[in-house]
């Protein structure tokens, strides 16, 4: 055999084998890990508060089922994860393309809630669609959209924080939402909707001198709008004064107040509060966190502030770490409806603002809330991920790991440094070399 062929054809075994390349993901952020902490850890107190709080009342009442609203719970919190987890993965391309459609929808259907046969009446106020045993509430999904949308209009044109002027055609949008969210009556969504926009105004570098002058405008409209609507002045009276009328307007706030009262520092133990049943309204819905308090004392309402507060944290440093205008104005509106609407929530239980029916976010029974909140916190999950997701390649047998991102970049630096060097030396070397034979 010539030697062309033995070196054509190596002995058998003496050819290496590739080692094995084995992907895994870079651990994500610090503030994903801890955004769904804090959702996760709310999902499942309140998943546990809702049957606490709604048990004697179902048992008790028509459906004569206990575990009635824990059922739909379940039900609806699997779907929002569901949701969730696609929104975290490829959220931003999905719904920043549909924001005009998601907008269009949301007025739709804040305008069909007052068409006769198809808004639903409950305690004077229409705010949902029946669907069979889903009930819809536009309102709930609209102060969503309407982020989306600011976020996109103020990304794409920054000159509309210059001035008040300026901020006219954003304006305009919120002023639509909040005047039908108003109408039906909700005026805290509708307030939770205006910090929203506040959140995302104040984000875009808008002046705080701006925001001052439209805050001010927007206190005037809200004061007429107590004035002219009896209940709201009700409500109003309630809270400055609830001792005045306990068995009427200041029904909810003083019970409110007997069970956070009875609750103590530890509570009076899961599951054995009075308050929740029958005198204690919507214990499930807007006053859970009454509930809350009576029964894990002031710990439970500490540890509700505490989760709070760290989706706030994580939510806004998402938000300062945002790789684009679009997302960070996105991450800090989204950050800010959760937020505000749980200090709205809590400072009316703890009687220290007037009821306004916000239900506490991923906490209090609610399907329309529960999906909304969750296709939000999926968004923020998908900003908060890794910038590309970024993989490392494992190089199995020899023990090394390679890394695809800064250190391939950083060798190719380095490489190509040494041979600029080598060829700045080998120039210098050959003049020098030119100037000796010179000399000679």
Not at 21 to 26: K, L
Not at 89 to 107: D, E
Not at 274 to 302: R, S
Request: proline share 4%; glycine share 12%.
């Amino acid at each position: 055999m010539s030697a062309r062929t033995r070196r054509s054809h190596p002995a058998k075994g003496s050819r290496k084998r590739a080692a094995p390349r084995t992907r895994r993901r870079v651990r994500q952020p610090v503030e994903y890990s801890l955004l769904l902490t804090a959702t996760l850890c709310l999902l499942a107190f309140g998943v546990v508060m809702v049957f606490s709080a709604s048990s004697t009342t179902s048992l008790l009442g028509d459906s004569g089922d206990g575990a009635f609203y824990l059922k739909r719970t379940l039900l609806f919190g699997v779907i929002g994860l569901l949701i969730m987890r696609v929104m975290s993965v490829r959220g931003v391309r999905i719904v920043r393309p549909l924001t005009g459609a998601l907008v269009f929808v949301s007025l739709v259907g804040l305008v069909a809630v007052m068409v006769p046969g198809i808004g639903m009446e409950v305690n004077g106020a229409r705010r949902w669609i029946s669907a069979g045993f889903f009930q819809i509430q536009p309102s709930e999904f609209a102060k969503v959209a309407l982020v989306l949308y600011g976020a996109h209009l103020l990304a794409t044109r920054p000159q509309l924080t210059r001035s008040v002027a300026d901020m006219g055609p954003f304006l305009a949008a919120v002023g639509v939402v909040c005047m039908l969210v108003a109408l039906e009556p909700d005026l805290g969504t509708a307030m939770v909707c205006c910090l929203g926009a506040a959140a995302l105004l104040l984000t875009a570098g808008a002046r705080v001198r701006d925001l001052a002058l439209i805050a001010a405008a927007l206190g005037v409209l809200v004061l007429i709008a107590i004035l002219i609507e009896p209940y709201r002045m009700e409500r109003l009276t309630g809270f400055l004064n609830p001792s005045h009328d306990p068995a009427g307007t200041g029904f909810q706030a003083t019970q409110a107040r007997i069970a956070l009262g009875s609750g103590g520092i530890l509570g009076v133990g899961l599951g054995e509060s009075v308050q929740k049943a029958f005198y204690l309204p919507e214990a499930h819905t807007d006053m859970i966190a009454a509930v809350v308090g009576e029964e894990l004392g002031f710990i439970g309402i500490l540890m509700l502030v505490g989760l709070y507060g760290l989706f706030a944290y994580a939510g806004l440093r998402t938000a300062q770490r945002a790789r684009d205008r679009y997302t960070k104005l996105l991450a800090a509106g989204l950050t800010t409806l959760v937020c505000m609407q749980a200090v709205i929530n809590l400072f009316a239980v703890m009687g220290l603002a007037p009821l306004t029916g916000v239900p506490l976010p991923l906490v209090s029974y609610g399907n329309s809330s529960m999906l909304t909140m969750l296709a939000a916190v999926g968004l923020l999950l998908n900003i908060a991920r890794a910038p590309g997701g970024r993989l490392r390649v494992v190089e199995g047998g020899a023990g090394r790991t390679a890394s695809r991102t800064t250190t391939s970049r950083k060798s190719r630096t380095v490489a190509t440094n040494r041979h600029r060097s080598r060829r700045h030396s080998g120039a210098r070397g050959a003049r020098a070399g030119g100037r000796r034979r010179a000399a000679r």
